[in-house]
Structure formats: structure tokens, C-alpha cells
Nanobody
Framework: QVQLVESGGGLVQAGDSLRLSCAASLRTFNRSPMGWFRQASGKAREFVASISWNGGNTWYLDSVKGRFIISRDNAKNTLYLQMYSLKPEDTAVYLC?????????????????????WGQGTQVTVSS
């Protein structure tokens, strides 16, 4: 049974930072592209960032470039999202997602349909 468990969300003020983690019980984690998505209340799920299987390539939503950093520790089967300079518009449930093993270095995977496993999400609320 694959499990992705997010943590690290919370209520912060604009300009603050948060670090989200996603612990994965996924045997193929070290060969799987991973992603972070978010879903604000009443809105569609939105791509935030993705990372290749070895961490060598990363991609971001334009509005978070320069503020968010996606990373992974394959030895710990853990995905991270470091968020700086948070804005009220970043308020959402943040979900991590795992794709089946894929060693392609250049694939962005910014569509939710491209992922096979999902966590339950962690709430991030940014007050102004």
C-alpha cells in the first residue's frame, strides 16, 4: 500500500516561511518523479512544482518561482517544499504526488493526470 503523508502546514502571516514535507512509503521513490500541487477552496487543483527522480531537474509555477524550492532526499524517501515570502494567495491545501518510475530527465509533469499516487494534503493559510 503506497502512502504519501504531508506535514508542515499551518497558519502564518504574509512574508513568513514554511517547509512542507512528504514522507513516502513508495518502494520506487528513488526512481519516481514527484510533484507538489495545491487546491484553494472552490478552485481547481494547481501545479506548484515538480522534481525529477534524482533531483537534477526542477520546474515551478511562474507565481512561485524565486519563492519556493522543491527538493528530495531519496535516502529518506522524503519530498520537501520550502516556501519563502508567503502571500495570501498561496493559501491552499498542498498535496504531494508521485509518478510511476521514470528516469526521463527533462519531463516537467505539471498535469495532475500524470501522477499515480497522492497524499491527503496539508493546509497552508497565509494571513495578510
Amino acid at each position: 500500500q503506497v502512502q504519501l503523508v504531508e506535514s508542515g502546514g499551518g497558519l502564518v502571516q504574509a512574508g513568513d516561511s514554511l517547509r512542507l514535507s512528504c514522507a513516502a512509503s513508495l518502494r520506487t521513490f528513488n526512481r519516481s518523479p514527484m510533484g507538489w500541487f495545491r487546491q484553494a477552496s472552490g478552485k481547481a487543483r494547481e501545479f506548484v512544482a515538480s522534481i525529477s527522480w534524482n533531483g537534477g531537474n526542477t520546474w515551478y509555477l511562474d507565481s512561485v518561482k524565486g519563492r519556493f524550492i522543491i527538493s528530495r532526499d531519496n535516502a529518506k524517501n522524503t519530498l520537501y517544499l520550502q516556501m519563502y515570502s508567503l502571500k495570501p494567495e498561496d493559501t491552499a491545501v498542498y498535496l504531494c504526488a508521485a509518478r510511476r518510475p521514470d528516469l526521463s530527465p527533462g519531463a516537467r509533469y505539471d498535469d495532475a493526470d500524470e501522477y499515480d499516487y497522492w497524499g491527503q494534503g496539508t493546509q497552508v493559510t497565509v494571513s495578510s
